[in-house]
């Protein structure tokens, strides 16, 4: 919990600031691991308990989705591009690179946005 407070309070100090500058930011991950706490028993579905008796912390990364937001003030002209098949994080770099006013280079992800 203290990290993604961490993220919440971080982000309230940039985003004044990103919105100041007429910038831009891009708030992502590349693994999921604040969404799943502790450890599961897949068979019975209850929490995994130490020896001790403590729920059991999840340490490794979950599969789960994992949110993108850009945020870009005061620019009525960028979209996202709705029509890729399976955005990710490979397209994180062509966005930024985009937001820099670069072109992507070849081999690389279609940007996310339009």
């Known amino acids: 919990m203290i ?3 961490a ?3 971080s982000l309230g100090r940039i985003i004044p600031v990103i919105e100041k500058l007429d910038g ?3 708030v992502t991950a590349d693994h999921g691991n ?3 706490m502790f450890e599961l028993d897949r ?3 209850d929490f995994k308990r130490n020896a001790a008796g403590h729920l059991k912390n999840k340490t490794s990364h979950t599969l789960n989705e994992v949110p993108c937001y850009v945020y870009v003030p005061g620019n009525g002209t960028l979209a996202l591009d ?3 098949q ?3 994080i490979a397209n994180v770099a062509a966005t930024t690179l985009q937001l820099l006013g670069f072109e992507r280079p070849e081999g690389y992800e279609p940007s996310l946005l339009k």
């Open 82 to 84: 709705d029509s890729l």
């Open 24 to 26: 831009a930011v891009i």
């Open 43 to 45: 068979k019975s579905g």
């Open 34 to 36: 604040a969404d799943a």
């Open 3 to 5: 990290a993604v407070e």
């Open 7 to 9: 993220v919440d309070l």
């Open 86 to 88: 399976s955005p990710g």
